[in-house]
């Protein structure tokens, strides 16, 4: 008995220390992988930003190509930078020894990391990047403390001087007027090339694209689905009417 207890103490005891972590308020996203004009500026902003590190080695550039509408010729000179064919695995051309050396740890492959973090877990760490001078690249994230990751948009949304609002919805005070949290970012350190609201849209696209890796198949999944359930109701009303008969005799 007195096993069974001590047992019972060290399974529970991580699953509390878990529970009692701190956690961060997300943002929401919903995914809309029938947006093909969104999935293609996400698979763009992928290729370009995160690509020289991260990978998606469990994908193929043919079927991104053939699921986003993108020609594969025209996918191969904008979107392939590795020199790869369209059809081998969406792998980058840096080594996970060389990666380990810069950044502590080779950066993982992102072709799951939505079904593993969550729509909303990505779209809110990809905002909430901020200055802090303590860390050796010089930015930490509000998302994912103490992070290893540069930002790497900064060109685009610019550099928080402080914690950005994650999770903040903005409000309007009754008396005065004012929108409060109107803007993720109190202070500015530096400025992108991009307002807020195109940086929450380019996010949202890339954010698509990583949902739609990570679950290629959702769209035909669902549209056959829709069939299936159409099937499963026509086939029980005509099971019922054949049970009828069998056991109309026996009653």
């Known amino acids: 008995m007195r096993k069974l207890i001590v047992g019972l103490f060290i399974v529970i005891l991580p699953a509390l220390g878990l529970a009692a972590a701190p956690s961060v308020e997300l943002d929401t996203m919903e995914p809309d992988h029938t947006n093909k004009a969104s999935l293609q500026r996400g698979a763009a902003l992928f290729t370009n930003y995160c690509m020289g590190c991260h990978s998606m080695e469990y994908a193929r550039y043919k079927r991104v190509s053939d699921d986003l509408g993108i020609p594969p010729e025209l996918y191969e000179e904008n979107l392939i930078f590795t020199g790869a064919k369209i059809g081998e695995l969406m792998k980058n051309s840096m080594s996970k020894d ?25 779209y809110s760490y990809l905002r909430g990047f901020y200055k802090d001078d303590n860390r050796p690249l010089g930015v930490n994230n509000v998302v994912f403390e103490n992070v290893g990751m540069p930002h790497v948009m900064a060109d ?23 929108v409060r949290n109107a803007d993720i970012c109190p202070e500015w350190e530096s400025e992108g090339s991009m307002s807020p609201a195109e940086f929450n849209a380019a996010m949202y696209d890339l954010t698509n694209f990583m949902s739609y890796m990570g679950d ?17 109701a026509i086939f029980f009303v005509f099971a019922y009417l054949l049970n009828r008969e069998y056991w109309k005799d026996v009653h």
Not at 99 to 122: H, K, V, Y
Not at 156 to 167: D, K
Not at 224 to 230: Q, T
Request: charged content about 30%; overall charge negative.
């Open 98 to 122: 060389m990666a380990a050396d810069w950044f502590g740890a080779p950066p993982p492959d992102l072709t799951l990391e939505s079904r593993l973090r969550g729509e909303d877990w990505i």
């Open 216 to 232: 290629p198949v959702k769209v035909e999944r669902e549209r056959l689905g829709m069939f299936v359930l159409i099937f499963v």
């Open 156 to 178: 685009l949304q610019g550099l928080c001087a402080v914690e950005p609002r994650i999770g903040e919805e903005a409000t309007v005070d009754p008396l005065s007027g004012d």
